[in-house]
Structure formats: structure tokens, C-alpha cells
């Protein structure tokens, strides 16, 4: 679970909010939130909560494709430092 998290840290730090919010707006092919909610949902700390859950599930989804082997790479060399 910490990985995700991690990858959502990641995907928030290094991905601008309106790359973030289009990704999510061309997964549903136009057929959700406008895109001003998106950006602001996608840079929200409680996003998972603001965002509706289909929403929140795909936002995690493209975190954890993009970051998801970083994050696991930077937990498992933490876990080692412990």
C-alpha cells in the first residue's frame, strides 16, 4: 500500500496538475468532470475523497504506471536503511 502512495507523491511532484487532469479526461473520453474540477481534484491532498471513485481508481491507476517501479524501488531501499 505504501507503494501507491508513494507513486501518487511522485505523479503529483513531477507531473504539471493539467497533464495529470487530461489523462484522466481522455481515459473517460470526455465523459466525466470538466476539466477545471480535474485540475483541481488532481492537486487536492485529499483527492481520493474529492474525486469520484471511478475517477480516484484511474488517477491511482496512471500514478502507479508511471511511478509505481520507482516507488517500490525507493520503499525497498528505505526498508534496507532501517
Keep these: 500500500m505504501i507503494d501507491a ?8 511532484y513531477n507531473v504539471n496538475s493539467f497533464e ?34 471511478p475517477t480516484a481508481k484511474i488517477y491511482l491507476q496512471h500514478a502507479l504506471e508511471v511511478y509505481g517501479a520507482e516507488a517500490t524501488k525507493r520503499r525497498r531501499l528505505n526498508e ?3
Excluded at 502512495?5 to 503529483?12: G, R, T
Excluded at 487532469?21 to 483527492?47: P, R, S
Design 5 to 12: 502512495h508513494i507513486a501518487v507523491s511522485l505523479y503529483q
Design 20 to 53: 495529470r487532469a487530461d489523462k484522466i479526461y481522455q481515459h473517460f473520453n470526455g465523459d466525466c468532470a470538466e476539466m477545471f474540477d480535474l485540475t483541481i481534484w488532481v492537486d487536492h491532498k485529499n483527492w481520493a475523497t474529492e474525486m469520484p471513485l
Design 80 to 82: 534496507k536503511l532501517l
